[in-house]
Each structure stands twice: as C-alpha cells, then as structure tokens.
C-alpha cells in the first residue's frame, strides 16, 4: 500500500483518533485501532507523533483553535457595536455559545466527535493542564467582560456564573440525549439549533443571577431529609 502525503496522513490519523476518543474515551483506544481507522501503517503514527498523548492534544487543539478564533471574533463585534461600552449578560453569553453551536451545525461530522470528546474530558482530573492550555486564556477574555458587565460584584460569583456558563454549554454539546427519552421525543440534543435557542435565556438568566441572586442555603432541606418520613407525616 502506498503511503498517502505526509499532511494528509497526519489529517487521517487525527481525524480516526478524534472518532474513537469520543466513542471509546483516551484510555478505551489504543494507537493501533486508530491507525486501522485511518488506513495508515502504524510506523506513520509513530514518526508524526511521539505519543498516544500528543495525539490527543492535537485532537483537541485542532478544533478549540477556531472556537476560540470565533469567539474572539464575535467578541470584536459586538464590542464594536457597543462602542466600547460594556456589553450585556446576553451578548457575552452568545459570544460564548454561538461559536460552538456554529462549528457544530456547519464544520462537519468530526465537530459532533469534538463535542462529545470535549464534554468527557470536562470531567475529568487528568486533562484540565491540557484544557488550561487551550481555553484559560480566551477564559480569562470572558471573565474580564464579566467583571465589565457586572461591576462590583464578588469576584467569587463570577468565578462561579462564568463555570456554570460552560458547563450547562458543555451538557448541552455532551450528545447523551437524555432529555429525548425523558420527553418521550418531545426534545431531543440532535436539534442542536432548537436546543440552543431555549439554553441561551437559560445561560443569560443564570449568570445574572449567579453574581445578583442572595446565595441559598440548604439546612431546611437537610433536617426534612433527616427526619423520617413519618414523623413529617405526624
């Protein structure tokens, strides 16, 4: 078999890697399956990359690079729009969200493997250097216009709005679909355009109430739970 060119080799092996880290997980594939995915002999997998590892990474670096490419480009117009003025909860969260829904929609099959691959690993120890690499700094972009947009508030809650934001984001994305079983196929995570229509409001809502909201508390909640149920009954 003759080997194809050496990009286009490297594009075969990330392409199999990323299909079967999103189906199989990092640790479920082995270099071997992935070269069988792309065609190429496994002597190639080796002289492009050093290591199962940095196949990963490239996995993951190939696509956060436009996501973060688009959310600063989007960022830029709406801070042009708003010249220079703060911008709104809801454009911040749009900044944010439509890349990705973007990307999604209209980049091809491999950004639903993305998806799913970048939500696994969200909840994961083993990867946040690899994805503080990747996304802290364009982070530290959104946190700033957080700050901008909600002056004076704790630092500690827009910490906190800021990882809400993404992690509801990255449920959305995570392709398990639950909610078309439990809406009996009402909902369903497929339609990423409707899902995303109903989670921005969510998103804007919930990062205006995170830095605003009275934090709650749970003692009242925690002594009906420990108190049987029939003396709640009594």
């Not at 491999?110 to 982070?139: C, D, H, V």
Request: hydrophobic share 40%.
């Amino acid at each position: 078999m003759q080997s194809p060119p050496p990009r286009e080799t490297s594009v075969r092996i990330i392409d199999a890697a990323e299909q079967l880290f999103a189906d199989q997980s990092y640790e479920g594939t082995s270099i071997r399956q992935i070269t069988d995915l792309a065609g190429v002999r496994l002597a190639l997998a080796h002289y492009h990359f050093e290591s199962k590892e940095l196949i990963f990474h490239e996995v993951l670096a190939r696509r956060a690079n436009v996501v973060n490419e688009s959310r600063q480009q989007l960022l830029a117009h709406y801070r042009h729009q708003r010249g220079g003025e703060p911008l709104s909860a809801e454009e911040i969260a749009r900044c944010y969200l439509s890349p990705y829904l973007y990307w999604s929609m209209h980049g091809g099959p491999g950004w639903q493997n993305y998806a799913k691959l970048a939500a696994r690993i969200m909840s994961t120890e083993r990867w946040m250097g690899l994805l503080g690499t990747l996304f802290n700094p364009l982070a530290e972009v959104f946190l700033q216009e957080l700050r901008r947009t909600f002056p004076g508030r704790e630092e500690k809650r827009i910490q906190w709005a800021f990882d809400f934001m993404v992690g509801v984001m990255c449920n959305t994305f995570s392709e398990n679909n639950r909610i078309e079983v439990l809406s009996g196929g009402l909902c369903s995570g497929d339609h990423r355009g409707d899902a995303c229509s109903h989670l921005l409001p969510f998103m804007v809502a919930g990062l205006t109430a995170t830095v605003d909201a009275v934090p709650a508390s749970f003692g009242q909640d925690f002594e009906a739970i420990r108190k049987p149920l029939a003396l709640q009954a009594g």
